[in-house]
């Protein structure tokens, strides 16, 4: 889709931060968890100023276009009376009347004293009057800044401010500064869009590389299942069946969020699920020493278990932190990629912890030395 940018009530100086605005607010409203990938870029195009929104696995078009052409809407959040601050959410916060229409301008300063950005707000007379009344209700409380329904910063009122301009601080690098202006101008001054262009592109490329991809995954799996029947026999079997829990709940999931499996989602979708293997292979390993020791099935299943989970636990953790970095930080792809390979994360704990315990606790045999064997203890 194209879009019309109309920038003739815009200085000349300003275009383009606006555009840069008028491009970050689209993003967020057709990528909210940061995992869609949607291509967005400005153009010139004989004078005028252009919005390009490629958007992949969209099927209702039209409902698009109602959530791209929609005026960005700011506004300010009071604390609902009686909330207690010391376990405030977002939740707790109240619309007043106050919002994006009255902003006149947001810029970027630097604190003469710390050298630190801070976000200036100007309104026009009637927001002025609206901002010093709340200001004189919430001083010691947070005000909170909303975008399009979202929280973007919750500043904590020192004083009754009744000039019509407030300062914003919280230790900001120079980029979220300029980011936070950017949202906030977007959502005071919109950029009316007219939609120019429609086009609607089939994936014949990407069908040939899906089902590449597919029978990749197909004969990974094959070969995965293979080698956990061989080598661990009984224990084997049930990891298999834990596997295909797993994938069912991560795809049900994946659909509900909903997560665009492109190829970095699908990576990292790929990468839990060799975690999940790596799970049950150490569980495995503990339950075969416990039977070699002399222990009882029974009692070797719970000590494998218990002894396993300490090492899944601490892994998966440590990759857990690193997904959610990398989603916090990272780039639109990277975000896809950090977001399956998290939750593909929790899953496969649960996957080795408790479905394949369960599983193996349902398998019943007396003790012999042929149960030993299909546990892969001789």
């Given at each position: 889709m194209?879009?019309k ?7 000349p ?9 008028l491009?970050d607010v689209i993003e967020?409203r ?5 995992v869609s ?6 153009k ?10 490629d958007?992949?696995?969209?099927f209702?078009?039209g409902e698009a276009i ?5 005026t960005?809407?700011?506004e300010?959040?009071a ?13 707790d ?8 229409r ?5 810029s ?6 710390a050298?630190?950005?801070a976000?200036?707000l ?9 901002f010093?009344?709340i ?15 979202l ?6 009122v020192q004083?009754e401010?009744?000039s ?5 601080t ?11 202006v ?5 959502g ?9 262009l ?11 590389i ?9 004969y990974?799996?094959?070969a ?6 061989l080598?661990?026999?009984l224990?084997?079997l ?16 994946f ?6 499996l492109t190829a970095?989602?699908i ?6 699920i060799?975690?999940a ?10 339950t ?6 002399g ?9 494998g278990?218990?002894?396993a ?8 953790v ?5 997904s959610?970095?990398?989603?916090a ?7 896809g ?10 899953l496969?704990?649960f996957?080795?912890i408790t ?11 007396r003790e012999?030395?042929?149960i030993?064997?299909l546990?892969?203890?001789?």
């Open positions: 194209e879009y940018a109309d920038t003739s009530r815009i200085p100086a300003e275009v383009s931060e606006a555009m840069a605005g491009k967020r057709v990528n909210i968890f940061g990938e949607p291509r967005i870029q400005t010139k195009v004989g004078g005028e100023n252009r919005l390009v929104v958007l992949a696995g969209v209702d078009i109602k959530i791209i052409g929609e960005p809407y700011l300010f959040r604390l609902r009376p009686g909330t207690d601050l010391a376990s405030t959410t977002f939740a916060f109240v619309p007043t009347a106050l919002t994006g009255y902003l006149q301008k947001a970027v300063d630097f604190s003469q004293n050298l630190e950005p976000v200036l100007d309104f026009n007379e009637e927001g002025t009057k609206l010093g009344e200001t004189r209700a919430n001083v010691g409380k947070p005000v909170a800044i909303y975008l399009d329904g929280p973007i910063s919750s500043p904590i004083e401010i009744s019509g301009g407030a300062q914003i919280g230790r900001f690098t120079a980029v979220q500064a300029r980011d936070l950017r949202r906030l101008n977007s005071a001054l919109p950029i009316p869009i007219s939609l120019g429609q086009q609607g592109i089939g994936a014949s490329l990407g069908e040939r899906l089902s590449q991809m597919i029978s990749a995954g197909i990974g799996t094959i995965v299942a293979l080698f956990l029947l080598f661990y026999r224990p084997g049930t990891a298999v069946a834990a596997l295909a829990v797993y994938a069912a709940l991560a795809l049900a999931i659909k509900l969020i909903p997560v665009y970095a989602g990576a990292g979708f790929i990468l839990s060799g975690m293997v790596d799970a049950n292979i150490l569980i495995f390993e503990r075969r020493e416990e039977l070699r020791a222990k009882s099935l029974a009692l070797a299943v719970e000590e278990f218990s002894r989970w300490l090492s899944i636990r601490d892994s998966n440590s990759s857990l932190i690193t959610l970095i990398l989603f930080l990272g780039t639109q792809s990277v975000k990629f950090a977001l399956t390979l998290g939750l593909g994360i929790i496969s704990m996957s080795a479905v394949t315990r369960t599983f193996l606790r349902a398998l019943e045999f012999g030395r042929k030993r064997i546990y892969g203890a001789r």
